[in-house]
């Protein structure tokens, strides 16, 4: 093998270790960009390559009963009714829960609107940009129009070897919230928990 042939494999060998590298480190990024368009597209099938439903139901609902017990704990202090609050949380979490690990409750958490804890709460449907109450009013009249909310901002990145973590902020004074994936293989990613406190 001449020198310039042994040149131009090792330089090729080198282009291909780069490129390997490049494509391992970004995969986190191209997993999030493909998990949020198919949820938006509410293509389950994909959505299902891309979440761990099992685990983020269990994330959701440690989440949510943790949001609930801090906004009992603030009213707990001189307020006996409290205890009903509590009970009325709890039964609301499990339906909450449900709602929010799905494809729709997917592409709630990835387009800024995580679950706030409140009674008959469920994600947006697709193409509404806010939940719908059951009881709405059935009449001619129309409400007026809500402002589209702005698009949270959004950082990610990777807080382990194995651990990637985007994270949206709707503005300096309210509250953040992380969507958490783990790596599954070398290239595969996975959505698996939300962290309601940033």
């Keep these: 093998m001449s020198r310039t042939t042994r040149s131009v494999t090792t330089a ?4 291909i270790l780069v490129a390997a590298l490049a494509f391992i480190y970004a995969s986190p990024y191209i997993a999030l960009n493909r998990l949020k ?7 389950a099938q994909t959505v299902n ?12 609902k440690e989440q949510v009963g943790a949001l609930l017990t801090r906004r ?16 009325i949380g709890a039964a609301i979490v ?6 929010y690990a799905t494809p729709d409750g997917v592409a709630a958490i990835l387009n800024g609107i995580p679950p706030r804890g409140d009674p008959g709460e ?10 719908t109450p059951a009881n709405a009013p059935a009449s001619g009249i129309t409400a007026a ?13 990777y807080r382990s070897m194995n651990t990637f973590v985007v994270t949206y902020q709707h503005g300096a004074g309210d509250a953040r919230y992380s969507a958490i994936f783990h790596r ?8 698996v928990a939300v962290d309601l406190n940033g």
């Design 12 to 15: 090729l060998v080198g282009l």
């Design 37 to 43: 368009r198919a949820a938006d597209a509410r293509d």
């Design 49 to 60: 390559q891309y979440v761990d439903f099992p685990a983020l139901r269990s994330s959701l």
């Design 72 to 87: 009992v704990d603030i009213q707990k202090s001189g307020n006996p009714l409290a205890i009903i609050g509590a009970m």
């Design 94 to 99: 499990g339906p909450l829960v449900d709602s």
């Design 122 to 131: 469920s994600p947006p449907q697709a193409g509404n940009g806010a939940s």
């Design 145 to 157: 129009p809500q402002p589209p909310r702005e698009p949270p901002q959004t950082t990610a990145g």
């Design 184 to 191: 599954d293989g070398l290239v595969s990613w996975k959505l």
